[in-house]
């Protein structure tokens, strides 16, 4: 099987992927005097943003979840991580042509070491979230529930999706031109169309059932469940979200491999 054979590979050369992962973080931030503050500060500025739209422009309590900046950096801080990832894995074998090109190492981890790399940005981020729960308990307006425990599933999720769909960009960009910028389009819309701003819960029933069906929905939903009593988890959305990210691999993994000899010829 072309998945399992691909895993292995990526495990033979697991060293190898820790150091290339090792090697974008320390890039990243080599000339950086905040270091990976950045990654925090980013989604942190941007939800501060948005709390003043919602609270001042609109009503804050139409969105869901309460408290609403809770809610919102939980949200925007997952969606930095799938966005980030899914921009770079695009460009994954382009960026790195010479070393795809040179290398008999396994050409998936080229876009495996991407998103690992995003995830542990992610991972160094989650200290915001402790904080402002800590902030909000003290306050008496958040109680942590059992639910909590679903909190490494949607994580675990974000990663086999964003790993999946990198996987299917990385090779179709390298043979599509214009990919690049439809990725960027879908990119922004998909942005609209995820639980990030608001709840799917305070969506409207019509909207709530087509926003199922995006796979993000039920992972956005297994992030908050144990911040938030009102929060009830889509059994429908979950199962779309696992589905679609189990598939995501499969169907990318076999699409890699199918295009990888056109590619290798392409750079």
Do not use: C
Request: aromatic content about 12%.
């Amino acid at each position: 099987m072309i998945l399992v054979r691909q895993f292995r590979g990526l495990m033979a050369n697991r060293q190898v992927l820790r150091t290339l992962v090792k090697r974008d973080l320390r890039v990243r931030y080599a000339r950086s005097m905040l270091g990976y503050v950045w990654t925090i500060l980013d989604p942190l500025a941007m939800s501060l943003i948005y709390l003043v739209v919602f609270t001042l422009i609109f009503t804050s309590k139409r969105a869901g979840n309460q408290p609403f900046f809770m809610s919102l950096i939980i949200g925007m801080l997952a969606w930095q991580w799938f966005n980030q990832s899914l921009t770079e894995t695009s460009r994954a074998l382009l960026s790195e042509a010479r070393l795809v090109r040179s290398t008999s190492l396994p050409r998936e981890l080229w876009v495996v070491r991407v998103v690992l790399a995003k995830g542990i940005e992610y991972i160094y981020s989650l200290p915001v979230i402790i904080f402002f729960a800590a902030f909000y308990i003290i306050r008496g307006e958040l109680r942590l529930n059992w639910t909590l425990v679903y909190f490494p599933v949607a994580v675990l999720l974000i990663f086999l999706l964003a790993t999946g769909i990198g996987l299917i960009l990385a090779p179709v960009t390298v043979l599509v031109t214009d990919m690049t910028r439809v990725v960027r389009i879908v990119i922004r819309m998909t942005f609209y169309a995820t639980p990030i701003l608001y709840s799917a819960q305070a969506a409207p029933e019509a909207l709530r059932r087509i926003l199922v069906f995006n796979p993000l929905s039920g992972i956005m939903e297994l992030l908050r469940t144990g911040f938030f009593d009102t929060q009830h988890v889509s059994r429908a959305a979950v199962l779309v979200s696992v589905v679609a990210s189990v598939g995501a691999v499969i169907i990318g993994s076999a699409l890699f491999t199918r295009l990888e000899p056109a590619v290798l010829k392409e750079i």
